[in-house]
């Protein structure tokens, strides 16, 4: 055999291993699905990747996520769930309430599915039962919905003389009928009447505002959903405007300027989320993990918003927040 034609089968024998041993190696790939946008929601990636990180995946290292951002609009979740099937991802993690766990279900009955969702995973359709989920999904329930009759406590305690209070809520939001009937069984016991306002865009929430303070209410709750979170910053300068004590589900609106904030801990629960993918990823079926349930719940008061609103909050709320911005 000449020189030149063992050198290049040397070569090929060296180099087909590290081919080889590079493709049995590869990181797998995770699909990232949320119905809002990187811009308004990056405590959901910090904490999905803290998740994974606790069971030894580190994107970039040993992972890669694929993102698919919805953008507010409910109806792109199939075609990015679809998007993330013919990826051929490992796992498919889906946040943002139910809507993006369903759609991804309905992409795929292969793909593990972790959800991190406020809904009823059972009612909504997710799993069997939250012991034994059953089939490809499992996740957390965040149970914002179980909280709507809290928030309304919470407010009656800041703004006891309010009889009208007015709700915000997003007709395109998977939960938002389990919403409403909490909030119908939340105000039976504290003699309020409500005034439901719908609104699926920034204009139309602006004049949910609107007819919120003609009608005469004096407080308001703005029901969970992640696109009204994308607009918190927006939510809250009308707030502002209408000098409105209104108290919101999740932290960011607090830290935005707004007045009350109570909720499962979002970061808490997407950790968890995170936990579970990387699991999965290890060999664990989801099947065998129960639907997690949030047992975290953040209670955040702005003093500063209450004052510029002319408001004293009650010493026995103040003792029992979580967190006091001054």
Same mark, same amino acid.
């Given at each position: 055999m000449k020189?030149? +034609?063992?050198?290049m089968l040397l070569g090929g024998a060296a180099v087909w291993p590290r081919a080889a041993r590079a493709q049995k190696t590869a990181a797998p790939v995770v699909g990232f699905l949320h119905v809002g946008s990187a811009e308004a929601f990056p405590w959901v990636v910090t904490a999905f990747r803290q998740g994974l990180k606790e069971t030894g995946f580190i994107e970039g290292q040993?992972?890669? #996520?694929? =993102?698919?951002?919805?953008?507010?609009?409910y /109806?792109? @979740?199939?075609?990015? $769930?679809?998007? @993330?099937?013919? *990826?051929?991802?490992?796992? #498919?993690?889906?946040?943002g309430g139910s809507a993006p766990a369903l759609a991804a279900k309905a992409a795929t009955a292969q793909?593990? #599915?972790?959800?991190?969702? !406020?809904? /009823?995973?059972v009612t909504g359709g997710l799993v069997a039962s939250l012991n034994r989920p059953g089939g490809t999904v499992t996740g957390v329930s965040l149970m914002f919905s179980d909280t709507v009759a809290k928030r309304l406590g919470l407010l009656h305690e800041v703004v006891p003389k309010a009889s009208l209070i007015g709700v915000v809520v997003n007709p395109d939001y998977a939960d938002v009928e389990l919403q409403l009937k909490q909030l119908q069984e939340g105000t039976r016991s504290l003699s309020q009447e409500l005034q439901i306002e719908k609104a699926r865009t $920034?204009?139309?929430?602006g004049t949910a505002f609107d007819n919120i303070v003609q009608r005469g209410a004096t407080g308001?709750?703005? $029901? %969970?959903?992640?696109? =009204?979170?994308?607009q918190r910053y927006h939510i809250v300068a009308l707030a502002t405007h209408h000098r409105l004590p209104v108290i919101y589900e999740q *932290?960011?609106?607090?830290?935005?300027?707004? @007045?009350m904030s109570y909720g499962s801990s979002l970061v808490d629960a997407l950790r968890h989320a995170g936990i579970y993918? !990387? *699991? #999965?990823?290890?060999? /664990?079926?989801? $099947?065998?993990?129960?639907? @997690?349930?949030?047992?975290?719940?953040?209670?955040?008061? %702005?003093? +500063?918003t209450a004052k510029a609103l002319g408001l004293t909050i009650p010493p026995g709320l103040l003792a029992i927040a979580d967190e006091v911005i001054e």
């Open positions: 020189r030149r +034609q063992f050198l040993n992972v890669t #996520i694929e =993102f698919r951002w919805a953008e507010g609009k /109806d792109r @979740l199939p075609a990015l $769930a679809s998007e @993330l099937v013919r *990826r051929d991802v490992a796992v #498919i993690f889906a946040a793909i593990p #599915i972790v959800f991190s969702s !406020g809904g /009823d995973p $920034a204009h139309e929430i308001m709750l703005v $029901a %969970n959903d992640p696109f =009204f979170t994308s *932290r960011e609106y607090t830290f935005a300027g707004g @007045l993918v !990387g *699991r #999965i990823l290890k060999g /664990d079926k989801p $099947a065998d993990l129960p639907v @997690l349930q949030s047992s975290k719940f953040d209670f955040i008061i %702005n003093l +500063q």
